[in-house]
């Protein structure tokens, strides 16, 4: 896939775990492990821009086109 999840970097430079942010967004656990590992093919904006609010960071700051 041509687009990266960094989520996991975002969470650590925000010292917060995957479970608080699961609880904040609204999303349960093993949705939010599905979209830090890539398994998903899709993902909402108004997921997406919840996880950005909780986070303080824009869309581009976890997610990055690579070429292949």
């Given at each position: 896939?041509?687009?990266?999840?960094?989520?996991?970097?975002?969470?650590?430079?925000?010292?917060?775990?995957?479970?608080?942010?699961?609880?904040?967004?609204g999303v349960t656990e093993q949705?939010?492990?599905?979209?830090?590992?890539?398994?998903?093919?899709?993902?909402?904006?108004?997921?997406?821009?919840?996880?950005?609010?909780?986070?303080?960071?824009?869309?581009?700051?976890?997610?990055?086109?690579?070429?292949?």
């Open positions: 896939m041509a687009i990266v999840i960094t989520l996991d970097v975002m969470l650590a430079k925000r010292k917060v775990r995957g479970k608080e942010l699961a609880a904040a967004v949705n939010l492990s599905l979209l830090r590992t890539g398994k998903v093919k899709g993902v909402r904006f108004s997921t997406l821009s919840r996880i950005c609010e909780v986070l303080e960071c824009q869309p581009g700051d976890i997610l990055e086109y690579v070429e292949e």
